[in-house]
């Protein structure tokens, strides 16, 4: 069984997040890290690799990233958590993909693996957390022509099929799908692993493969801003919250105040 699996490395949500002049989210701050639902994504392949037989050899959990270098931080998170080996789609003519070009690209990492032996399955977080377009999955399978299951809060293997669990408002949904399937899972699959210390150093020898739009076979033209069907118009931070005005009553004008303040505000 081989698992691939999609990791985006994302701004730390503390940090202190911006745009480029191109409106294109700064993705070469210091503080980036892997998608968090991704790091379940991760779990998830570990889990099922390891119900599937010894993880190496045949057993293998892939992960896959395009962004410029500093994703291979996510990946290394990858490899520390436990994945065999890494694929980076790196190349300066990926910069301003929208979500077709992501999914393109990232179609065409899953097919170069897939060309190196069969790939069952391909795992994804259901939402980026600085893009949040929760698109990029189904396009990926469209691009695949694989089925997809969305939502995963659990998944087992079945017959050469994967059962999917989705936990909807109100309603415990079961899925399956034939392999090979494009999976997107939620933060309540699982709790990702913490790497200890073993770890991390036995993810250093381990590979990190970078293929450019030429390795892959893309016409570079075709990728990033230059192919990008969409274009961002604006993108600005939103002004602060303004203080929160507090209304007390101490010398009971406090109803006076308040009502003063929805006449103020066209309230009422
Ligand atoms: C017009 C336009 C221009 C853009 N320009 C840029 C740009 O210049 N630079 C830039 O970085 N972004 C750019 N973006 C944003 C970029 O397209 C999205 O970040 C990307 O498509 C992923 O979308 P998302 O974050 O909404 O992912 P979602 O669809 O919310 O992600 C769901 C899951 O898909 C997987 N996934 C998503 N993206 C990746 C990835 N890159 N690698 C591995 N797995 C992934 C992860 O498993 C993730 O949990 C642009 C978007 C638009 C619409």
Same mark, same amino acid.
């Given at each position: 069984m081989r698992i691939l699996v999609c990791v985006k490395h994302v701004p730390d949500l503390q940090s202190n997040r911006g745009f480029t &002049?191109? /409106? /294109?989210?700064?993705? @070469? +701050?210091?503080d980036g890290t892997m998608n968090e639902v991704d790091e379940n994504a991760v779990e998830a392949a570990l889990q099922l690799v390891a119900g599937a037989g010894? &993880? *190496? *050899?045949?057993h293998q959990v892939i992960a896959l990233t395009l962004g410029p270098?500093? !994703?291979a931080d996510a990946l290394r998170r990858a490899l520390q958590m436990g994945a065999d080996r890494a694929v980076h789609l790196l190349?300066? !003519?990926? !910069? %301003?993909?929208d979500y077709f070009g992501t999914a393109a690209a990232l179609a065409a990492g899953v097919r170069h693996v897939a060309a190196q032996g069969e790939v069952d399955l391909v795992l994804t977080g259901? +939402? +980026?957390?600085? %893009?949040? %377009?929760?698109v990029v999955p189904a396009l990926l399978s469209a691009e695949l022509d694989w089925p997809q299951l969305t939502v995963a809060a659990h998944l087992e293997l079945a017959d050469g099929h994967l059962v999917a669990r989705r936990e909807l408002d109100g309603v415990t949904e079961t899925l399956r799908a034939p392999l090979p399937v494009v999976v997107g899972v939620t933060d309540l699959i699982n709790t990702p692993r913490f790497p200890k210390f073993k770890d991390i150093m036995a993810a250093r020898s381990k590979e990190i493969e970078t293929l450019t739009a030429a390795d892959l076979g893309l016409d570079p033209a075709s990728v990033g801003a230059s192919g990008a069907? @969409?274009?961002?118009?604006r993108a600005e931070p939103r002004p602060p919250r303004p203080e929160p005005e507090l209304v007390t009553d101490d010398d009971g004008s406090g109803g006076r105040a308040l009502a003063d303040y929805l006449i103020r505000h066209d309230l009422i």
């Amino acid at each position: 069984m081989r698992i691939l699996v999609c990791v985006k490395h994302v701004p730390d949500l503390q940090s202190n997040r911006g745009f480029t &002049p191109e /409106r /294109r989210v700064r993705r @070469t +701050a210091e503080d980036g890290t892997m998608n968090e639902v991704d790091e379940n994504a991760v779990e998830a392949a570990l889990q099922l690799v390891a119900g599937a037989g010894a &993880p *190496g *050899g045949a057993h293998q959990v892939i992960a896959l990233t395009l962004g410029p270098d500093e !994703a291979a931080d996510a990946l290394r998170r990858a490899l520390q958590m436990g994945a065999d080996r890494a694929v980076h789609l790196l190349d300066d !003519a990926f !910069a %301003g993909s929208d979500y077709f070009g992501t999914a393109a690209a990232l179609a065409a990492g899953v097919r170069h693996v897939a060309a190196q032996g069969e790939v069952d399955l391909v795992l994804t977080g259901m +939402a +980026a957390l600085d %893009g949040l %377009g929760s698109v990029v999955p189904a396009l990926l399978s469209a691009e695949l022509d694989w089925p997809q299951l969305t939502v995963a809060a659990h998944l087992e293997l079945a017959d050469g099929h994967l059962v999917a669990r989705r936990e909807l408002d109100g309603v415990t949904e079961t899925l399956r799908a034939p392999l090979p399937v494009v999976v997107g899972v939620t933060d309540l699959i699982n709790t990702p692993r913490f790497p200890k210390f073993k770890d991390i150093m036995a993810a250093r020898s381990k590979e990190i493969e970078t293929l450019t739009a030429a390795d892959l076979g893309l016409d570079p033209a075709s990728v990033g801003a230059s192919g990008a069907r @969409t274009r961002v118009l604006r993108a600005e931070p939103r002004p602060p919250r303004p203080e929160p005005e507090l209304v007390t009553d101490d010398d009971g004008s406090g109803g006076r105040a308040l009502a003063d303040y929805l006449i103020r505000h066209d309230l009422i």
